[in-house]
Nanobody, 124 residues
């Protein structure tokens, strides 16, 4: 079964930290760039950070210096360490996979995949 399962969301005070995890199964993890997106109530879904299989990363300006994306290729898991959280960080955070290599396997037929999201609430 192909799936991306997020975990680690919850309630945190402003200035606090959370670490989100995304467990990936059913695809060849090495073929995919991974990312985190977030969507606040009534807002569009925004890119937070991306990471390639090599470990190369990119961040949205609004999280630079505060968030860190990483991946454990042996565990097929991507993480988002969120520090110095702000109230505007309240959102559902989604894990995303994008295939960056042409393949011919049935398991990797999808170009992109989304998790169901995990809710992060930043409130005092």
């Amino acid at each position: 079964q192909v799936q991306l399962v997020e975990s680690g969301g919850g309630l945190v005070q402003p200035g606090g930290s959370l670490r989100l995890s995304c467990a990936v199964s059913g695809i060849n993890f090495s073929y995919y760039g991974m990312g985190w997106y977030r969507q606040a109530p009534g807002k569009q879904r925004d890119l937070v950070a991306t990471i390639l299989h090599s470990g190369s990363t990119n961040y949205a300006d609004f999280v630079k210096g505060r968030f860190t994306i990483s991946r454990d290729n042996a565990k097929n898991t991507v993480y988002l360490q969120m520090d110095s959280l702000k109230p505007e960080g309240r959102a559902v955070y989604y894990c995303h996979a994008e295939r960056l290599e042409a393949v011919d396997t049935d398991a990797d037929r999808f170009l992109e995949l989304w998790g169901q999201g995990t809710l992060v609430t930043v409130s005092s």
